[in-house]
């Protein structure tokens, strides 16, 4: 009779184990606010000038000078894959989501992007270039089935030249990032 308690404890402490994990895993999520925000263009320059001005960004904006912005760094879109797969989970889906309202706000809808598809260090620089190229595919063929032109995105794969965490092989390297496009 004291077998059966003791399982009963077991049973509830594996059911709690399993609930903190899934909400560990849950991604990060964002709105489409968040990313118009975020690419949200620089406001025209008025009377840009030619002249050279040698000083602190400050300096220069005191003496008239206009400072050219720096350019918007790259929106992880939190799109992140299981190992060697290129199929997206549920959770991108959602964030994927917000990504396509974004681009489809006035602020961002004549942008262009470059959605840039990268691995972990697992597996050869050749075979990761090929799958981060199918991840960034698949984001842009997601997007494209949300009523998103496909001209305005790029997809590029990186493999594992770009990692975000010192640990090549951790899964955070799995990923889709996007960034305004320059050329």
Same mark, same amino acid.
């Not at 399993?18 to 620089?42: G, M, R």
């Not at 206009?66 to 799109?79: E, G, N």
């Given at each position: 009779?004291?077998?059966? /308690?003791?399982?009963?404890?077991?049973?509830?402490?594996?059911?709690?184990?399993?609930?903190?994990?899934?909400?560990?895993?849950?991604?990060?999520?964002?709105?489409?606010?968040?990313?118009?925000?975020?690419?949200?263009?620089?406001? /025209?320059?008025?009377?840009?000038?030619?002249?050279?001005?040698?000083?602190?960004?400050?300096?220069?904006?005191?003496?008239?000078?206009?400072?050219?912005?720096?350019?918007?760094?790259?929106?992880?879109?939190?799109?992140?894959?299981?190992?060697?797969?290129?199929?997206?989970? /549920?959770?991108?889906?959602?964030?994927?989501?917000?990504?396509?309202?974004?681009?489809?706000?006035?602020?961002?809808?004549?942008?262009?992007?470059?959605?840039?598809?990268?691995?972990?260090?697992?597996?050869? /620089?050749?075979?990761?270039?090929?799958?981060?190229?199918?991840?960034?595919?698949?984001?842009?063929?997601?997007?494209?089935?949300?009523?998103?032109?496909?001209?305005?995105?790029?997809?590029?794969?990186?493999?594992?030249?770009?990692?975000?965490?010192?640990?090549?092989?951790?899964?955070?390297?799995?990923?889709?990032?996007?960034?305004?496009?320059?050329?």
């Amino acid at each position: 009779m004291r077998k059966q /308690p003791a399982n009963t404890a077991v049973a509830i402490l594996s059911v709690g184990f399993y609930v903190l994990q899934a909400l560990s895993a849950q991604a990060q999520t964002y709105k489409a606010d968040d990313i118009v925000k975020h690419f949200q263009p620089a406001a /025209p320059q008025t009377s840009p000038t030619r002249g050279l001005c040698i000083g602190t960004e400050a300096d220069c904006s005191k003496a008239g000078h206009q400072v050219k912005p720096a350019t918007t760094a790259a929106f992880d879109l939190v799109v992140r894959f299981k190992y060697n797969s290129d199929v997206l989970e /549920p959770d991108a889906r959602i964030n994927l989501d917000e990504f396509a309202k974004a681009l489809k706000t006035p602020q961002l809808a004549s942008s262009s992007f470059v959605v840039e598809g990268h691995t972990d260090a697992s597996g050869t /620089p050749a075979y990761n270039r090929d799958l981060s190229q199918r991840r960034a595919q698949a984001v842009v063929r997601y997007l494209s089935e949300r009523g998103i032109d496909t001209a305005k995105l790029a997809a590029r794969g990186y493999g594992q030249d770009k990692p975000v965490v010192a640990d090549p092989f951790a899964g955070e390297n799995r990923r889709v990032e996007t960034r305004l496009k320059n050329d």
